[in-house]
């Protein structure tokens, strides 16, 4: 069984460097999700992708942040600019399609210094 | 938009226990209600679900309800054990395809 996967798990970076996340969703799946999650807080929507079109951007989500899903298989978030704010676990979900369970990857996790 | 409330934050009960956790939303256009378990440092994992079209779903211990008239929807766990001890959240899904998350509820299961 090939869950969701994502790299890296963990990242640490200086303030002001670029990061970028890879998703690879469960294969056949259709939609791709990210959502960012705090401590003690729940996973935040930031956007999404039906097959390689992105359908939706959270208003979260600022022009320093730019997600990516060539080919309508994996998908890249890239974070440009690193905030310390942008410390968080990056989840990335998908689902067979609109309205099928979803299913989270194991996060990654990023630490800005 | 869509709006999800969660409630208790905080819940510890004795091993064999039941446990309820209950969730309000607001978008009458949401129709699909997962829950998840989300243990320390691991992935938010889905443990039931249900939709609009049913009124309460079983599994082994789990248990979900949905009361679309009230908007809102629980989670029911009997026989609770050490191992069920996790962060469990609530989310609805629906008319803005995508889900929108409660802020969890810590279950503490004591031995």
């Known amino acids: 069984d090939t869950g969701v996967s994502q790299d890296p798990r963990h990242k640490i970076t200086k303030r002001g460097q670029n990061v970028t996340f890879r998703c690879d969703p469960i294969s056949e799946h259709n939609r791709l999700y990210w959502y960012r999650q705090t401590l003690g807080q729940g996973p935040e929507f930031l956007t999404y992708f039906q097959n390689e079109a992105q359908l939706e951007k959270s208003r979260l989500l600022s022009d320093r942040f730019s997600a990516e899903r060539p080919k309508g298989s994996f998908s890249t978030l890239e974070i440009q600019r690193t905030e310390q704010g942008d410390s968080a676990m990056y989840l990335c979900?998908?689902?067979?399609?609109?309205?099928?369970?979803?299913?989270f990857g194991e996060g990654s996790w990023l630490t800005v210094v | 938009g869509e709006n999800v409330e969660q409630h208790p934050s905080t819940l510890s009960v004795q091993e064999g226990d039941s446990a309820v956790i209950k969730c309000t939303y607001s978008?009458?256009?949401?129709?699909?209600f997962p829950w998840y378990k989300q243990e320390l440092g691991k992935r938010p994992q889905l443990i039931i679900d249900i939709r609009s079209n049913v009124g309460e779903k079983k599994d082994q211990r789990i248990a979900v309800t949905l009361n679309k008239t009230a908007k809102h929807f629980s989670l029911h766990i009997t026989e609770t054990q050490p191992e069920d001890s996790a962060v469990y959240f609530c989310a609805a899904y629906g008319g803005s395809e995508k889900l929108v998350f409660g802020k969890g509820m810590k279950l503490t299961v004591n031995p």
């Open positions: 979900a998908s689902s067979l399609d609109r309205g099928r369970s979803i299913y």
């Open positions: 978008d009458s256009a949401s129709n699909y």
